[in-house]
């Protein structure tokens, strides 16, 4: 159920007023400060809907004892290395700095969020080993690798705003490529992983996207152009990532992950959910909106330019298979 935004919000503009702002333009602390309402309300709505669940729930080696060795697609490899690695790094790089109190309603989530993408991250490492489908101790140093160096995004760190923007773009573009997966993997085990690993992030999902909401009644200009520098600036799940050029491309060519997905399945979705375009109290954010619809624009014409230049490889591949 969403969090009543309206009702959590409703004598905070006037307090707006009383400090914590230069030129209008609300300090973290300040910020922090008025949107902690919607967060502890929304902490409290995650802890009342979220599921509890281990990776042995859905991994058993036992049952991969003796069978042949897996062999999935290396799309769907890169996909679930890809997404491994892209979770094992949450502790590092999804930590905001802001000037909360240590025990505050967001770093509860904070500590929420790892705990729970840790779990996703462990499940997808033991179906990976369990399976044979990657070597170990490759895999190890990989997330070792991810660990101490990190792939920490420019649009997260201390910036409260651009922080939850990119969380909740990040996690719905992480969703589309799991379900994508699991279609490219057809194995029963992993799509019933998956499948758990998207519920818990559609609750992931719901706790940004409602505090982004929050934050764009606040303070509407601040924060939607938040959201402009952060879809602007945004780069595909796993940015950094060893292989992460090859893995990009796999992903693009089989469907999984690309500028279409990202534009129609995470974008325009999470812009609709925040009203961006039906506002009419973003003031000096009008600028910032302008900015957004031209890019939009312009990543409408990439996305068809490269599904056309999907689909003519397609065809050219295919005729050659015909000529062999």
């Not at 085990?189 to 606040?218: G, K, P, Y």
């Amino acid at each position: 159920m969403p969090v009543d935004v309206d009702r959590l919000t409703g004598g905070i503009r006037l307090a707006i007023d009383r400090g914590g702002a230069v030129n209008g333009v609300l300090n973290q602390l300040a910020l922090y400060r008025e949107l902690e309402p919607v967060i502890d309300a929304s902490l409290d709505r995650h802890h009342r809907t979220a599921v509890s669940w281990s990776p042995e729930d859905y991994i058993r080696p036992d049952t991969f004892w003796g069978q042949r060795r897996s062999n999935p697609t290396e799309t769907a490899k890169a996909a679930l290395v890809t997404t491994l690695l892209t979770h094992n790094n949450t502790a590092r790089s999804d930590r905001v700095r802001v000037q909360a109190p240590s025990r505050s309603g967001w770093s509860n989530w904070m500590e929420e969020w790892t705990g729970e993408k840790n779990v996703h991250a462990d499940a997808i490492q033991q179906y990976l080993v369990a399976t044979r489908s990657v070597d170990p101790v490759a895999l190890d140093r990989a997330r070792f690798q991810c660990t101490t160096i990190g792939i920490e995004s420019s649009m997260e760190g201390d910036h409260l705003l651009r922080s939850i923007a990119h969380a909740t773009v990040d996690v719905m573009a992480t969703m589309v490529s799991h379900r994508n997966t699991a279609v490219e993997c057809g194995d029963p085990t992993v799509t019933e992983l998956l499948d758990r690993i998207v519920a818990d992030q559609e609750l992931h999902v719901a706790f940004h996207r409602d505090i982004a909401s929050a934050a764009l009644d606040i303070a509407p200009a601040q924060t939607v152009k938040a959201i402009t520098e952060v879809i602007m600036n945004f780069q595909m799940p796993g940015s950094g990532l060893p292989g992460f050029e090859r893995s990009t491309m796999l992903l693009a060519r089989d469907g999984i992950y690309d500028l279409r997905r990202h534009l129609d399945e995470v974008l325009l979705p999470a812009l609709r959910a925040w009203r961006i375009f039906e506002r009419t109290d973003l003031g000096a954010g009008v600028r910032s909106r302008e900015t957004l619809a031209d890019f939009l624009d312009d990543l409408e014409k990439q996305a068809s330019d490269f599904e056309r230049l999907r689909l003519r490889t397609r065809a050219h591949d295919a005729e050659r298979l015909r000529a062999s």
